[in-house]
Every structure is written in C-alpha cells, then in structure tokens.
C-alpha cells in the first residue's frame, strides 16, 4: 500500500511541473525584460534581436559585415524626423499608455477587408519592443507578448526616452540602425540637421526599410512622404 501511495504521490509531483513549469518559464523570462528595461532608463542599448538577427544574416555572406549604427542624444535628433515619424507611425504617441486600442481594431478592419494584413497598428512602444527583444515574425503569441513589453516600457520610461531608443535603434536599410546612421547613410548629414522634407521621407521607409532603401525613387514613397509633411506640424513631441 505504501509503495503504490508513494507512486501515485510522485506522478503527482511530476504532473505538477509539467503544469507549473512552462509558467515558472513564461514569468522568468518577463522579469528579465523588465529588469532589462529597468537597465535602459539609464543605460543605452548597445545590440537589440532585429539588430543582432540582420547582422547575422549579413553575415552569411560576408564574416566581416558591420552594421551603421552610432547611438546619438535626444536633443541631437532633428524635432523634425521626431516629428515625421509621429505623425508616420504613430500619431498617439503622447497620449496612449503603449497599446492604441483604437488604432489595433481600425487595422483589424483594414485587414479584414482585403482579407490580408496590411497594417498591424502598432504604436511606436509596441514597435520598440518588438525590436529590442523579438522577431519580425507575425503570430498572436508574439503579438501578445509584445504588448506586454510595450505596457512595461511605458511603466518604466518615460515617452522622450521611449522615443529616443527607438529613433536610436530601428531600422532604415539593410544594417542601417538608428536616426545618425540614416541621415548619414541617406543624406550625409548628421541627424541633427534633417529638414522636414528629408525627415518625412525617412519616416515614410519605416515600415519597409529595406525595400526603400533598394527603390528610392517610387511614385509611393513620394506621395507618402508629402502627405507625412503636411501631418508634421500637428505631431505632439513629448
């Protein structure tokens, strides 16, 4: 009697971790993205997965690839691309608390109608995320996750700082990361010095870097870019 209870008591132990153990995993790995974020109040991120994932990938091909990346201050981005990619990406920037609910279900309609994704509505916060920690692959679970690093950015930082990692870390071209790199990779400027014109354009690329940075001359990507600068000045900069 007392061996078969100690069995029943081990499958019983066993089943238990197999329960709690993938959830002891899942809360593991969001405190390390939040002690994470916690680092980059203060600290500036020096590699992100987007970054990491793309030079790996440039890699392949040629073992001394690097990327264009140099980490530059809020105050030495042009107000304009802040602007510009506001108004781009984001138009709620100031006002949301990391996830735009009204921006997601205006996608989801969007999508629905043409029966294929043609806009995800993700707020430069959830955008941020993604970048910092996960891939560019679509799923709900990854969407799902990255609204819970957009709500612990938001706890943690504040919007200029949000917004002044993002415009450090993003891609604007095939290993082109950041605001410096893309106005010097664009324009051989300095990201300080963007006008609007240059700024909106930059802004217009977001969503297809690489594409754009191989065609940058699409009847698209002029129309977008006159329509981003005429939306600029009502952009609120945090």
Not at 7 to 13: F, H, L, Q, S, Y
Not at 57 to 62: D, K, L, V
Not at 112 to 120: A, D, F, N, P
Not at 183 to 193: K, L, N
């Amino acid at each position: 009697m007392k061996a078969r209870h100690g069995k029943r008591a081990g499958g019983r132990g066993w089943l238990k971790w197999i329960v709690l153990g993938p959830l002891l995993a899942v809360l593991l790995l969001q405190l390390y993205f939040f002690l994470q974020i916690c680092w980059w109040a203060r600290f500036n991120p020096t590699m992100t997965s987007f970054m990491s994932a793309q030079l790996s990938s440039m890699r392949e091909t040629n073992p001394k690839a690097a990327l264009e990346h140099q980490w530059v201050p809020y105050g030495a981005i042009s107000a304009n691309l802040k602007r510009a990619v506001i108004a781009s990406e984001d138009a709620n920037f100031a006002e949301h608390d990391g996830v735009d609910w009204e921006a997601l279900q205006k996608a989801y309609d969007r999508n629905s109608t043409r029966h294929k994704v043609v806009g995800g509505g993700s707020t430069i916060t959830q955008q941020l995320a993604k970048n910092l920690f996960l891939s560019g692959s679509r799923s709900y679970l990854r969407k799902a996750q990255e609204m819970v690093i957009a709500y612990m950015l938001e706890l943690v930082l504040d919007k200029a700082r949000i917004l002044e990692i993002y415009l450090n870390v993003v891609e604007f071209g095939r290993g082109v990361f950041g605001a410096e790199a893309a106005a010097r990779h664009y324009f051989r400027a300095p990201a300080s010095s963007l006008n609007a014109a240059q700024a909106a354009r930059l802004a217009v690329m977001l969503p297809n870097p690489r594409y754009y940075d191989a065609h940058r001359s699409t009847n698209y990507l002029a129309r977008r870019t006159g329509v981003i600068l005429n939306r600029m000045n009502s952009a609120e900069l945090p």
